[in-house]
């Protein structure tokens, strides 16, 4: 999709020629996230769509207890700390963000009076401020109002250095000021076509001025308020053992009418996503479990049992295999894996695209990952609606042989190919989880057809994602010629996560392997795109970037995308919680009810 | 007497020293990153993750990092949580009280079923009895708990559905309401726990009621007309029992320790699940204390079962 007709998309809506899902759903299809789409429709002054709410509930409070299980316990309860989403859920009870993400990227206001357009005055034209109305009744658990300050104070508390927060990302190009007791601008550094970052989201939540002011900076771990959360959110802190147990009451000031409807929640942490499963659908001791990294095999019949069901829910998680393009096996300047040195066979695009039609997809979706996996070819997003539009991937091991064979490959007496005396041999690592082996042996077998040799390789997991200097085995440093995880898209613009193809990123023992392009492939029309979406204002021609991007990441073959793998999470019969993609699961807890 | 007991306090400090030396330099060679979560998050910067080490002080070499370990240890400070930021005593006290419940019980279970079993199938061996016992025993101490707790799951929870399979260590309840949800909750991890432990338990306590029964005090006990009764719980057990109790005392770290595979499985919140998600998250503040405590008590129960010893059996002389 190009430019002009991405135009055309949006004069539909306008025109009310095309619904605003179907917008998401076809911009989603070539690859980038319901946010994003939602922010284009903004910035070409389609009014925000009406968060319809299925709320049903009359009364606050009545409920009863509300129990969560999540098998990692949260260990801490300050969101701008959140080591993960363990973390981030664990506050989200008790805190709140200006606006959130629902599943079809719409930005719903939850501080926020209303969101920012163009045509409320919210936006600026040139894209370099926004104005955030905040809500007027609202109060913190301890009773003290909810002004600009307490926004104010946590855009300084999370962008000074010395608080170490995790968060400081979205805060500190950014600048913050107050214009009246309800209302701030955040201005930012350049025309930002996607804007809504900071206060939004995971990384939003708001904190109160009064308790944390005394604890910015380096002073930040002592603060009481850590460990015992004053929000503004449906439920008060009554209780938090770190790992265990997250406890909370109904919040009766509650800034909107009729909620919440559970009198109590809990959210207790520790063991194992299958029994978390199991305590869901099958005993029905708990509302919802979180994460279910379970086979769907298993899924399916713990559903049997009538209590509860799997949600699934999509997301921007992508398990792809990367493909090295430089020479791990050989020490160029002291260094495997050197920028400098180039990989002596998957140099070869026809041994990149032999391995892409040597990966079966479909069979990885239909064996391994069921509904927790949906094969795809885009790396940016979710296409799972447009499959049959798409079907760009192929699995076809003749076609490979003869990609090979053509280029030069040929097979020899052990019926491995060569080429020069350079045999195709690879070694394929990823961390030690049932279904990466399991994926691992169906291209190992497909590629022993096609007369490629592979050898797998499992790392455990707390070394292979560890950022270990010392340890060879690490995902960043790739010392290895093929390798296969997960990556998590968390953040709805693509400007972050695409930055993953830039030469400037090389992943290098110079950097101590902490830069992005972790494949160090190398591409000028990859690298000149990118520069220009970053300095592109025009947020429909930006997005036309991104989607170039996306394909050539891919024809390129530095990625190969195997699955999506949307959230799954376990869900009582009876509960109604509203779930979205591109927040937390508690993006809207203020809206879960329990059917009678 | 009391020099003995100063000498071998004198002795334990070195060896402490050594066990935290030891311990400190293994957790901090080891792979791993507490910040791993944030590396694999493309959205944080790496400069977050720098700062964060640099904050923690994760880049000084490992000599410098005990020996500030060390020193505030030595005032009291045991650092804290990389994850949580918590202090890390806090941390442990607030995992001791179900520890103590839960592990505490299974392990007075334990002996409830040892030693009359032990003994009674001692003074009759090769009877039926014994032969039952013996097998349940080996059975009892044979199946790994893992094994044994996900059966226990899958027949209480699953199938009849009268035990909850997940542990709660604040029940809202009061009362006598209260009393029952614990007890329920706590019935299948204590009796995986106490049954495996009670198992080997038996069979030790089995062999010293045996070794003792054969002596000839015990024939001259019975010559002189003493009823069975009496010459068994008099001087048999007594005599007996001595092995047992260092047994049993030299088991004391382990209640405190927890039991890290059966806490896991049915969600227990003691120190064993504190020490095996802190070490899944490499959070080596953490594991370093919690290993220390243990090894603190395991050299100072050492010590004082060699005392009691000495008090329960005076034909030990200490030198």
Redesign the interface.
């Known amino acids: 999709m190009n430019e002009n007709e991405l135009r055309s998309l949006i004069d539909a809506v306008k025109a009310r020629r095309l619904t605003r899902r179907r917008f998401v759903q076809i911009v989603a299809g070539v690859g980038l996230t319901a946010p994003m789409a939602t922010q284009l429709l903004t910035w070409s002054g389609v009014a925000h769509a009406q968060a319809k709410s299925d709320y049903k509930a009359t009364k606050r409070g009545g409920g009863g ?1 509300l129990k969560l ?1 999540w098998w ?2 949260a ?2 309860l ?1 969101p701008h ?1 959140a ?2 989403t363990k973390d981030q859920e664990g506050s989200r009870i008790f805190y709140e963000p200006l606006g959130a993400w629902d599943t079809d990227g719409n930005l719903v206001p939850i501080l926020a009076a209303e969101a920012p357009s163009l045509q409320n005055g919210g936006l600026a034209a040139d894209g370099k401020s926004v104005i955030w109305k905040l809500k007027k009744n609202v109060r913190w658990h301890d009773g003290k109002p909810f002004t600009a300050d307490d926004v104010l104070f946590t855009w300084e508390y999370a962008s000074d ?1 010395a608080t ?3 968060t ?2 979205s805060y500190k190009d950014v600048k913050v000021e107050k214009i009246d007791s309800h209302t701030v601008r955040v201005l930012l550094p350049k025309p930002t076509p996607f804007w809504a970052d900071a206060f939004v989201g995971t ?1 939003g939540m708001i904190l109160p001025k009064h308790l944390f002011d005394a604890f910015k900076g380096d002073k930040s ?1 002592d603060a009481p308020t ?2 015992k959360p004053v929000g503004t959110g449906p439920y008060k802190f009554t ?1 938090f ?5 997250v ?1 909370g009451q109904i919040n009766m000031d509650y800034h909107e009418p009729n909620r919440p409807f559970f009198d ?1 929640i ?1 959210m ?5 996503a299958v ?1 978390a499963a ?2 869901v659908m ?2 029905g ?2 509302d919802y479990a979180w994460n279910m990294q379970v086979e769907d095999e298993i899924l399916l019949r713990l559903e049997k049992g009538g209590k509860g069901r799997a949600s699934i829910v999509p997301g921007g998680n992508i398990e792809h295999i990367q493909l090295n393009t430089t020479d791990p096996w050989t020490e160029v300047e002291g260094e495997r894996a050197s920028a400098k040195s180039r990989h002596p066979t998957l140099s070869d695009p026809a041994v990149r695209d032999a391995l892409n039609l040597l990966v079966d997809r479909q069979a990885v979706q239909d064996h391994i990952y069921g509904r927790t996996g949906i094969a795809t070819r885009n790396f940016l997003n979710n296409p799972e609606r447009f499959r049959s539009k798409n079907v760009k991937f192929e699995f076809n091991v003749d076609k490979a042989n003869q990609v090979l064979e053509t280029a030069g490959w040929k097979k020899g007496a052990d019926g491995i190919r060569a080429k020069d005396g350079k045999k195709l041999k690879f070694v394929f690592q990823t961390s030690i989880n049932g279904p990466r082996q399991k994926t691992q042996a169906i291209v190992k077998q497909a590629c022993q057809k096609a007369g490629i040799d592979i050898e797998v390789k499992a790392v455990t997991a ?2 292979y ?4 200097v ?2 060879p085995d690490t995902y ?1 440093k790739f010392f290895c010629d093929i390798q296969m ?1 997960t ?5 709805p613009d693509p400007e ?2 695409m930055d ?1 193809f830039t030469s400037w990123q090389f992943s290098t023992k110079e ?1 101590k392997w ?1 830069g ?1 392009n972790i494949t160090r492939v190398r591409s000028d029309e990859y690298d000149k795109t990118y520069r220009a979406a970053e300095g592109e204002l025009d947020p429909v021609k930006r997005a036309a970037m991104f989607m170039r991007l996306n394909d050539i990441a891919v024809e390129l073959r530095a990625v190969i995308p195997v699955v999506f793998r949307p959230r799954v999470a376990a869900i009582s019969n009876k509960l109604r919680a509203p779930l979205s993609g591109w927040d937390n699961d508690l993006w809207l807890l203020k809206d879960w009810y329990r059917e009678a | 007497m009391g020099k003995y007991v100063l000498r071998r306090l004198l002795i334990a400090i070195p060896s402490l020293i050594g066990i935290s030396i030891v311990l400190f330099t293994v957790v901090a060679l080891a ?3 507490p ?12 400069e ?5 080490r640099l ?1 923690f002080g994760l880049d000084d070499p490992v000599a410098v990092r005990y020996v500030r370990w060390f020193t505030s240890m030595l005032q009291g400070d045991w650092g ?2 990389f ?4 202090d890390v005593d806090t ?1 442990i006290l ?1 995992r001791i009280p179900v520890t103590l419940l839960v592990i505490g019980s299974s392990q007075l279970l334990a002996l409830l079923i040892a030693l009359p079993v032990g003994v009674y199938a001692a003074t009759r061996p090769y009877s039926v009895f014994d032969q039952i016992a013996n097998t349940l025993a080996f059975i009892g101490f044979s199946l790994p708990t893992f094994f044994t707790g996900i059966l226990l ?1 899958l027949v209480f ?2 199938w009849l ?1 009268w035990l ?3 542990y ?3 029940i ?1 309840s009061t009362g006598w309401r209260w009393v029952w949800d614990h007890f329920k909750q706590a019935i299948m991890p204590v009796a995986v726990l106490g049954l495996a432990q009670g198992g080997s338990w038996t069979r030790y306590v089995r062999a010293a009621v045996l070794d003792v029964i054969r002596l000839d005090y015990v024939t001259t006990a019975r010559s002189k007309g003493l009823s069975e009764r009496v010459v068994v719980v008099k001087h048999v057990v007594r005599n007996a029992l001595i092995p047992v109790a260092t047994l049993v005392f030299l088991q004391m770290p382990a209640i405190f320790g927890g039991a890290i595979i059966t806490e ?4 227990v ?1 003691g120190i064993g ?2 020490l095996i ?1 802190a070490i ?3 959070d080596t503040p953490v594991i370093i204390a919690v290993t220390f405590v243990l090894s603190c008590l395991v050299v100072l129960c050492n010590f004082t079962a060699d005392v009691i010893y000495g008090w329960l059996d005076p034909r030990i002389s200490y030198r």
């Open positions: 207890p299980l990692q316990g260990t801490l300050n700390f080591v993960g250095p170490a927060a995790v400081t990302g990384r771990r850590n460990l209780d053992k770190p790992g265990d147990m406890r109590s809990e207790k942490g520790g063991g194992d029994s199991r305590a099958q005993t001791e708990f707390s070394v994602f560890s950022s270990d010392a340890n960043t995880y990556t998590t898209m968390t953040q972050l996560f993953q950097n902490q992005r | 792979p791993g990153d910040f791993e979560e944030l590396a694999t998050n493309p959205n944080i910067p790496a977050v993750r720098a700062n964060l904050k804290f949580s994850v949580s930021r918590v941390l607030q799951i929870s699953i559905d909850p399979f997940v709660r260590a604040d809202a896991q499985i049915f969600r919140p699940s504190l998600s899944l998250a490499n």
